[in-house]
């Protein structure tokens, strides 16, 4: 059990250089606890990961002018990440889940399968409002083609996306 596993570690590190004899205990948690360690310990190189993530995104989507530059809408994007991830982490929790290995690559993963589906809508809009035979439709009715062009893409890579990390 894991219990035992932690107490074997504490009693391994506690006798660890008496009488001249060194001793590295390896449990089945060994490699968890020092990937649990070294994320917190780089938490601030995630922070700035996700703070070029969010220039990229606001630069990319945006228009290099103070009416276009699409900053909220960089921030919204991100921060739905955010809490996407927080949610699917508070829930492996719930159900009992140990934290391992694979959660160190999550924030990233999530981040950029996140912001795609955005970059997708808002080239749509793009496409929309461009459109001169499209100029006297009304914001709902651009909106709503903007959906219907964009919600099958989107739709369908997150459908990629759940097979693929289902397996």
Not at 106 to 119: H, Q, V, Y
């Given at each position: 059990?894991?219990?035992?596993?932690e107490?074997?570690v504490?009693?391994?590190?506690?006798e660890?250089?008496?009488?001249?004899?060194?001793?590295?205990?390896?449990?089945?948690?060994?490699?968890?606890?020092?990937?649990?360690?070294?994320v917190?310990?780089?938490?601030y190189k995630?922070?700035?990961?996700y703070?070029?993530?969010?220039i990229?995104?606001m630069?990319m989507?945006?228009?290099?002018?103070?009416?276009?530059?699409?900053l909220?809408?960089?921030?919204?994007?991100?921060?739905s990440?955010?809490?996407?991830?927080?949610?699917?982490?508070?829930?492996t929790?719930l159900?009992?889940?140990?934290?391992?290995?694979?959660?160190n690559?999550l924030?990233?993963?999530?981040?950029?399968i996140?912001?795609?589906?955005?970059?997708?809508?808002?080239?749509?809009?793009?496409?929309?409002?461009?459109?001169?035979?499209?100029a006297?439709?009304?914001?709902?009715?651009?909106?709503?083609r903007?959906?219907?062009h964009?919600?099958?893409?989107?739709?369908v890579?997150?459908?990629?996306?759940?097979?693929a990390f289902?397996?």
């Amino acid at each position: 059990s894991l219990d035992f596993e932690e107490y074997f570690v504490s009693v391994c590190n506690e006798e660890n250089g008496k009488d001249g004899v060194e001793i590295r205990p390896l449990s089945g948690r060994s490699f968890n606890d020092i990937s649990f360690e070294a994320v917190f310990f780089d938490a601030y190189k995630m922070m700035i990961g996700y703070l070029i993530m969010f220039i990229y995104t606001m630069l990319m989507l945006g228009r290099m002018n103070w009416l276009e530059i699409r900053l909220y809408l960089s921030g919204m994007g991100i921060l739905s990440c955010l809490m996407g991830l927080a949610s699917a982490m508070g829930i492996t929790f719930l159900l009992g889940l140990e934290y391992n290995q694979t959660h160190n690559v999550l924030p990233f993963i999530a981040i950029g399968i996140g912001i795609d589906d955005m970059f997708v809508i808002t080239e749509c809009w793009y496409n929309i409002i461009s459109d001169p035979s499209l100029a006297s439709l009304s914001i709902q009715e651009k909106m709503g083609r903007t959906m219907r062009h964009a919600g099958v893409s989107v739709t369908v890579t997150s459908i990629t996306d759940v097979l693929a990390f289902s397996l």
